[in-house]
């Protein structure tokens, strides 16, 4: 397959938010679906060679359609792949790649914006303001809610990759001693690393960085949540997936553990009656953030320009990135 002879699609350009895709439609025959339902992801494959997507799944019913035939090359606009199956695609002939990386700063930033957010309650005091509180307050300060300074606490990081040691640097600049989990399944970790479960109860925050794979599905459950110091705080900055939300929910009512704060849920975007979402309302210690500690609009530029990479390489038969 030549450059002038590909065609390509994008399934969810709406999830790059304002950043132009100019620079493929220069290049490439180009169709453009801002958002594309369960239902149309096969018809709108057909005759293209080139599929990006960031959300859109592409498993084996899809690959096993007639209109998929001529798929060549899926390009994930993001890190993680467990929207594609990998294997089915390999078996067609069609490769996959990915962008490792390009939120690296982004995420790592975000994430401590949520432990200084738990930390201070900078949100909860901004609204006491909007809502008159202080102006009505007797004392020059509101005390309203309890804070913490992070000099001297624990955080622990479970998933070392990019993402998790740029937030281990960011974490030691605010005093944190930093605890790194071991990988599932490693019985004698090195590298600095201790297990899980000993991570888990001695950490004050415990951050999640890891990818969704079947032995971290659910890894904080209720069990793990048992471990934890009743002090402590949870982020998931990673995949929804990687906690049972219903054993978080009833461990923050209980107030098992302090505080939690989610970037991302098992469903996106939730139903309004979703339970993470209605218990976000509901209780003090949750935070909720619609999947958004990635898209800086640095990461976002940086991410198509990548993808738009991986396409001309794979095209030039130079493939780079490949995951299958």
């Known amino acids: 397959m030549t450059a002038e002879r590909a065609r390509i699609v994008f399934l969810d350009a709406a999830t790059y938010g304002d950043i132009s895709l ?80 390009y939120a690296t700063q982004s995420v790592a930033q975000f994430t401590m914006a949520l432990i200084l957010e738990l930390a201070t309650q900078a949100g909860k005091y901004a609204n006491s303001v909007r809502g008159g509180d202080w102006q009505r307050n007797s004392i020059f300060s509101l005390l309203n809610y309890p804070t913490i300074e992070l000099q001297g606490k624990k955080l622990g990081i479970v998933g070392y990759g990019n993402i998790g040691q740029t937030v281990a640097q960011m974490a030691r600049g605010f005093g944190l001693e930093v605890l790194i989990a071991a990988r599932p399944g490693e019985r004698a970790p090195g590298g600095g690393r201790i297990p899980l479960e000993q991570l888990l109860s001695q950490a004050d925050i415990v951050s999640l960085h890891c990818p969704l794979t079947p032995e971290t599905r659910n890894l904080i459950n209720e069990q793990s949540l048992a471990l934890m110091k009743p002090t402590a705080f949870l982020i998931n900055t990673a995949r929804g997936a990687l906690v049972d939300e219903a054993a978080l929910i009833e461990a923050l009512r209980q107030k098992r553990i302090a505080a939690a704060a989610l970037d991302v849920i098992s469903k996106e975007p939730p139903p309004a009656d979703y339970p993470v979402i209605q218990a976000a309302k509901e209780l003090d210690n949750l935070i909720v953030t619609p999947h958004t500690a990635w898209s800086a609009r640095e990461a976002r530029e940086r991410l198509l320009h990548e993808v738009k990479e991986n396409i001309a390489a794979f095209l030039e038969k130079k493939p780079r990135n490949l995951v299958a």
């Open 22 to 101: 100019e620079r493929f439609t220069e290049t490439w025959d180009c169709t453009i679906h801002q958002v594309t339902s369960r239902g149309e992801t096969i018809s709108r494959l057909a005759g293209h060679s080139v599929a990006v997507t960031n959300k859109v799944v592409i498993d084996k019913s899809v690959l096993d359609s007639a209109e998929a035939k001529d798929l060549r090359l899926i390009a994930v606009a993001a890190t993680g792949t467990d929207i594609i199956d990998r294997e089915e695609a390999s078996k067609r002939g069609a490769k996959v790649c990915n962008v490792p990386g």
